[in-house]
């Protein structure tokens, strides 16, 4: 019976249970009913009564006995019919649950339980539903995280490669002048020349390692910093304050228009970094005699400078960590290519969006911010 499945057990069960009942009652049917007697009352028309007795005994067992074999065909049969009824009925369910929960094995998202009724069977439907709905959101959410994991460590191999890529150049060079100077090899001879320019390698290097820190920490900074509400347009001023100066130093024009109030609810040093390596970029890109124009909306930062456009199909590229264009090769004219890999690994995780686009009147770049 154990290796029995659910519906030939419950027939079974229920039909030797039914055959059970019905031997024990024609066991009592045939033991209790002949010791009742049949008494009768006759009255004459004189009005005496005549009483008779009989035992009837004998006869009620022997029709019984004649009669149990029908009786039992009978009771057989329907017993039969009963059990068939009540096992399809109390497996039918069971079995629509147990194909449904196979197709749920197979992560299948258009299975689902029929719920038929308000018992036991189908609170179990309903339970195995919501546990399956739940189990699909869980497997989602999963494979989302998995995926961004994945693109964040490919970024972070990336970025690792660029970084070493980099670093290499400076520090080949490096070690190629000190060989000359150790051996003192022609100009090489000039020592004090050329340890200045060694110094000043050396100094280019602590820049670069810095940056290329600060950037690979930039995840685990935006998780340790809380988003604070305040006034953009409140703060501004004071933050381009010193790139005003900078500009005007170069003989560049910077104009700050902000239109109303800017309630943003970001964490301050976060946004104050993506709008450092911008306003340093519109600087140090920006032609003497030419314009920056920085406008404060409700909703939005735009950030103008007049410079050559970039080719559309080099926008997508800049993002790149230690990506510089072809006018902006040198590290001292195009600084080491961090600069808006940084404003879009901050702006994707603040969930900032933004676009980067030519202008056309005038010649120029525009940065556009959104919040």
Known sequence: MKRLRLFPKIFLYTFFV????TAVAHVFLYFFAPQMTLSTNNFLENGAIIESSMNTE??????ILKAFP???ICCTLISLGCSLLFSKAITKPMQQISKTTEQMAKLDKNAKC?????DEIGILAKNINSLYTDLLATIENLEEEKQKVSEAERSKLDFLRAASHELKTPVTALNAILENIILGVGKYKDRDTYLVQCKEITTQLSSMIKEVLDASKIDFVMEQQNAEPFDLSEELPAFCEPYCLIAKAKQIEFLLNTEGSCPVLLPKKGLEKILSNLLSNAVSYTPSGHGIQVTLQSDKLIIENE?????PDKLPRLFEPFYRPDFARDRKDGGNGLGLYIVDTLSKALHLHYTFIPMTSPDGMQFILYF
């Not at 410079?307 to 080719?311: A, D, E, F, Q, R």
Request: net charge positive; aromatic share 4%.
């Open 58 to 63: 004998s006869l009620i067992r022997s029709a």
């Open 114 to 118: 029929p719920v038929h009724s308000c």
């Open 307 to 311: 410079c050559k456009p970039i080719p």
């Open 18 to 21: 039914m055959l059970f009942v």
């Open 70 to 72: 029908l009786s039992l």
